[in-house]
T-cell receptor
Framework: ETGVTQTPRHLVMGMTNKKSLKCEQH?????MYWYKQSAKKPLELMFV???????ENNSVPSRFSPECPNSSHLFLHLHTLQPEDSALYLC????????????FGPGTRLTVL | GESVGLHLPTLSVQEGDNSIINCAYS??????FIWYKQESGKGPQFIID?????DKRQGQRVTVLLNKTVKHLSLQIAATQPGDSAVYFC???????????FGIGTKLQVIP
């Protein structure tokens, strides 16, 4: 595997379910990010981790809980989501905290019923 | 607050022609600008960037123009190819991750 991988690629869940999204980067980067991409809306930065430490939380509701056990892995734990949380969730990584040097994964398409 | 928009949601271009995709921003303190390409089923891919101390930057078949006076950014793709079909969006950085604003995107359709 190369680059940034995300699993699952598609996820359908009910509002009472608990699920997790996984991201793995094989680039040796030290920073990882979660973004939300909704239809016809701009990309929204959710969380930033630098050397496993969370450095940004962009006012994300607590029903989204990130976890970064090491510099290569990033999780997004989901519970009691709402239908409006349906979106494409993108993970990215970078060596430094430079916006233009981020490599994105393919995303997880999440549908909340 | 910052707002970033694109003038055309969909752009259809004949193969071989040049494409121009536009982006407008509102914060005059913005100092770093990026264009991304997102193909169907894939994550965004960095194309080219430009800092506010420049007004033009060229890459391979792509050129970014920055007009700080009117707060306008454009991406020009020369000799558009079918592989250029994707959604293109801009990102504007005014310092720090909390001050990054992304555009909605323009879908580029290349007609063979």
């Amino acid at each position: 595997e190369t680059g940034v991988t995300q699993t699952p690629r598609h996820l359908v869940m009910g509002m009472t379910n608990k699920k997790s999204l996984k991201c793995e980067q094989h680039l040796g980067h030290n920073a990882m990010y979660w973004y939300k991409q909704s239809a016809k809306k701009p990309l929204e930065l959710m969380f930033v981790y630098n050397f496993k430490e969370q450095t940004e939380n962009n006012s994300v509701p607590s029903r989204f809980s990130p976890e970064c056990p090491n510099s290569s892995h990033l999780f997004l734990h989901l519970h009691t989501l709402q239908p409006e949380d349906s979106a494409l969730y993108l993970c990215a990584s970078s060596q430094g905290r430079v916006l233009g040097e981020q490599f994105f994964g393919p995303g997880t398409r999440l549908t909340v019923l | 607050g910052e707002s970033v928009g694109l003038h055309l949601p969909t752009l259809s271009v004949q193969e071989g022609d040049n494409s121009i995709i536009n982006c407008a921003y509102s914060n005059s303190a913005s100092d770093y600008f990026i264009w991304y390409k997102q193909e169907s089923g894939k994550g965004p891919q960095f194309i080219i960037d430009i800092r506010s101390n420049m007004d033009k930057r060229q890459g391979q078949r792509v050129t970014v123009l920055l007009n700080k006076t009117v707060k306008h950014l454009s991406l020009q793709i020369a000799a558009t190819q079918p592989g250029d079909s994707a959604v293109y969006f801009c990102a504007v950085n005014s310092g720090g991750y909390q001050k990054v604003t992304f555009g909605i995107g323009t879908k580029l359709q290349v007609i063979p």
